[in-house]
């Protein structure tokens, strides 16, 4: 190697900090961004040069736009449930529930939402907070609020409410890991749920879903019974159809938009008998190798979508959280039995 002089390694490195300096505040210097900062300030009382110092701090990730454009959630039903129904998922997931069981009981009782359905979704979200994702939430918020122009006000929007909730933390913007659309923590909340979704369950004097299991547990549990979850009430059932009236029902709805009779009538029934069913339902329509799959929605449902818009995602939720219970109850019935 050829050896470099302390003059030049001095000029060398004073080159290198020059262009970091450069490249950094290129970004700073877009006029979208110096709009977005000067809201901030008369918004938000933002101090203008500590707020430029922050976003001077952002490291655009173009292959966090790749990522938007192909989730998981674009892949087949069936590809996508045999990704997240695994073994491994279950027993982390009955794992999870046996070592949180009195803050689950605690949850389900003052929020109503069963603590299978909030297991499910940690496990589906970040495998129990193993996986809470490597991408700067700074960096991700930005790159999607000025490079991804048709989810650019959503993500300006988020890329807010993390700088108001950093500094509500009274934490650096940078200090945040989390998925590559910017959510954070072990239930991947984003910034505009932590702020308004998140609960500090035991009054410690901050909600934190990085490393607290129990703030994690009761947000979302929160957040269920803030979007409507009912307590008691079906979240979706097979179907199978018989005719062709099903032809006039609108697929993949947002919201339950039929009575449960209005499907029925048209030869939309469920596998197995329906007790005491929602009165309100919709029908989805899922894609597998084999031909399209079916199921009845009822508002339970849209609720799930509400964490996620996909359609498969709100089933997956669902039918792992079936998994867990009927594993977390037969489990408890043996030790009953042994200690009988």
């Not at 490249?23 to 877009?30: H, I, N, P, V």
């Not at 505009?192 to 369950?201: G, I, K, L, P």
């Not at 703030?215 to 009430?233: E, L, M, V």
Request: glycine share 6%; charged share 20%.
């Amino acid at each position: 190697m050829q050896r470099i002089t302390k003059l030049g390694f001095t000029a060398l490195l004073l080159c290198f900090f020059s262009f970091a300096i450069y490249a950094d505040a290129a970004f700073t210097k877009r006029k979208d961004v110096q709009l977005f900062i000067n809201q901030m300030v008369k918004q938000y009382h933002f101090n203008a040069r500590e707020l430029t110092a922050t976003l001077n701090q952002v490291k655009l990730q173009p292959q966090i736009i790749e990522s938007m454009e192909k989730p998981y959630e674009k892949k087949n039903w069936d590809v996508y449930r045999d990704l997240f129904l695994t073994p491994a998922r279950l027993k982390g997931g009955l794992d999870y529930w046996a070592a949180n069981s009195k803050t689950l009981e605690k949850a389900q009782k003052q929020y109503g939402v069963p603590a299978e359905i909030i297991v499910a979704i940690l496990g589906v979200e970040t495998l129990y907070g193993e996986k809470q994702g490597e991408n700067r939430v700074l960096d991700a918020l930005a790159t999607l609020a000025f490079d991804y122009p048709k989810r650019s006000r959503y993500f300006k929007h988020e890329l807010k409410e993390y700088l108001l909730l950093c500094r509500e933390h009274n934490v650096p913007a940078t200090k945040y890991k989390g998925s590559y659309a910017g959510a954070i923590g072990q239930p991947q909340f984003m910034p505009s749920s932590y702020r308004n979704f998140a609960v500090d369950f035991h009054n410690k004097g901050q909600r934190d879903l990085v490393t607290n299991n129990d703030d994690s547990i009761a947000s979302i549990a929160n957040y269920f019974k803030a979007h409507g979850w009912q307590t008691n009430a079906g979240v979706a059932q097979h179907a199978r159809l018989v005719g062709t009236g099903y032809k006039s029902i609108q697929m993949n709805p947002r919201n339950a938009n039929y009575y449960y009779q209005q499907l029925t009538s048209n030869g939309i029934r469920p596998v197995t008998a329906a007790h005491n069913h929602p009165s309100r339902a919709g029908l989805i329509e899922l894609a597998t190798a084999k031909g399209n799959e079916y199921w009845i929605a009822y508002p339970n449902f849209f609720v799930i979508t509400r964490y996620n818009s996909s359609p498969q995602y709100a089933l997956v939720v669902y039918l792992l959280s079936q998994q867990l219970k009927q594993q977390w109850i037969a489990m408890n019935a043996k030790k009953h039995r042994a200690y009988a």
